[in-house]
């Protein structure tokens, strides 16, 4: 059982950086769009 649970709990870690960098990186295309088009919030497909 303990193995189980430190391996739920890595992959939870996981997920969460995961999570973490996929938002970074998603903020970063955003502030680059809004400083290469002038646009503010608008997010353009």
Same mark, same amino acid.
């Given at each position: 059982?303990? %193995?189980t649970q430190a391996a739920v709990a890595i992959n939870e870690t996981f997920v969460q950086q995961l999570a973490y960098g996929i938002i970074n990186s998603?903020?970063?295309?955003? %502030?680059?769009g809004d400083v290469a088009t002038g646009d503010k919030g608008d997010i353009e497909a």
């Amino acid at each position: 059982m303990i %193995e189980t649970q430190a391996a739920v709990a890595i992959n939870e870690t996981f997920v969460q950086q995961l999570a973490y960098g996929i938002i970074n990186s998603l903020d970063d295309l955003l %502030e680059r769009g809004d400083v290469a088009t002038g646009d503010k919030g608008d997010i353009e497909a």
